[in-house]
């Protein structure tokens, strides 16, 4: 056989199987999610148990430590946010008359005066409203039911998913070097020094990305926290927590944070003075995570175009729901380092030079 065939061959056969793995994922998409969490998890910690096997620790009792110490961070995390957000919700609750006071005295009129519309409700047209879709009203119980059914359905599904998560965690721990091996004795030889290296550099740039991510989420949730507490705000720690959790979206934790900092700064100091401070501190953040965290933790190697980042999380949404979101950018990583290899292949083969 030509050297010239024996390439369109093998480039046949990675077609193939590319397109039976999207298959393969497109139809079964609705049970993967607790598989694809639990493997980023388990990526995750493995190291852990890796150092633990090598002090003689049994990767079984490895893997349940390991467990346990996950559910203990994550029972930590529990009890100390969930009073932190009850006092603010509780806070909000409290001056919720005040915000809308204001809202009548000052952000209505000057909206009427500035596009000319009234804002007032007229209380003969709502009832004169309501008189009128009264009667279609007897026939919402037999619309709603049929969401309600499909969405108590969804929320079992969540649960099943939920408690299929650690299980699923709890094996590959335990035999995740079982299943490394047993992975590369299933590749041909012919392919396996060029899939032994597609798998170094994935599994550098996975390492990279989801543990460097997960330090700049940390840090800058600390920072607009603790700068948002020290400019006087008084929620400063739910809009700080969501401005850091968005981090790992371009731009959209700085707006989204900016903007609910920006209404509870207005809300709060009824006036510009309180609000510029709040500038501020996001703009230091943005700075701060552009020039010197995510560099630093991150880097730059990576190389998902903002484009990219929001399709891929608008995809892997559709596909896997919530949770698709959270696999989005590292499933994507991935993606690029093997179209990389890919696109450096189609360049040296007869197909592009020919």
């Not at 990526?43 to 049994?58: D, E, G, K, L, S």
């Not at 946010?81 to 009548?104: Q, S, T």
């Not at 891929?312 to 896997?320: E, I, N, T, W």
Request: hydrophobic share 60%; proline share 5%.
């Amino acid at each position: 056989m030509s050297a010239k065939n024996s390439d369109n061959i093998y480039y046949l056969w990675w077609l193939t199987l590319g397109c039976v793995s999207a298959g393969l994922i497109y139809l079964l998409s609705p049970i993967l999610t607790p598989f694809l969490l639990a493997a980023v998890i388990a990526y995750i910690c493995n190291p852990i148990v890796t150092r633990m096997a090598a002090h003689r620790v049994p990767r079984t009792f490895g893997a349940v430590l390991v467990m346990l110490l996950l559910l203990s961070v994550f029972a930590a995390l529990i009890l100390i946010m969930v009073p932190l957000f009850e006092e603010e919700a509780r806070r909000l609750l409290d001056k919720m008359p005040a915000y809308l006071d204001m809202l009548k005295s000052h952000v209505i009129p000057w909206l009427e005066a500035r596009l000319n519309i009234s804002l007032q409700p007229d209380m003969n047209v709502l009832r004169e409203a309501i008189s009128e879709h009264w009667q279609s009203a007897g026939g919402l119980a037999a619309k709603v039911l049929p969401s309600l059914t499909s969405g108590g359905m969804a929320v079992v599904e969540f649960l099943v998913n939920l408690l299929l998560v650690p299980v699923v965690l709890f094996y590959l721990l335990r035999d995740w070097d079982q299943l490394i091996k047993w992975a590369d004795e299933m590749v041909p030889r012919y392919w396996h020094d060029q899939v032994s290296l597609l798998a170094l550099e994935t599994d550098r740039i996975l390492a990279e990305f989801l543990r460097g991510q997960l330090s700049v989420i940390v840090l800058m949730s600390t920072c607009y926290i603790t700068g948002l507490w020290l400019v006087g705000l008084e929620f400063a720690l739910p809009i700080g927590l969501v401005a850091g959790i968005l981090v790992f979206v371009p731009y959209l934790g700085m707006i989204v944070g900016l903007t609910l900092a920006t209404f509870a700064a207005l809300m709060q100091f009824q006036g510009w003075a309180g609000v510029i401070p709040v500038w501020v501190v996001f703009a230091l953040g943005q700075l701060l995570e552009g020039m010197l965290i995510t560099p630093w933790l991150v880097g730059d190697r990576i190389g998902l175009h903002p484009v990219m980042v929001i399709f891929a999380l608008l995809a892997f949404g559709q596909l896997f729901g919530f949770f698709g979101i959270l696999l989005a950018l590292p499933v994507s990583a991935v993606m690029l380092v093997w179209l990389r290899h890919l696109h450096q292949r189609y360049l040296d083969s007869n197909l592009y030079n020919s």
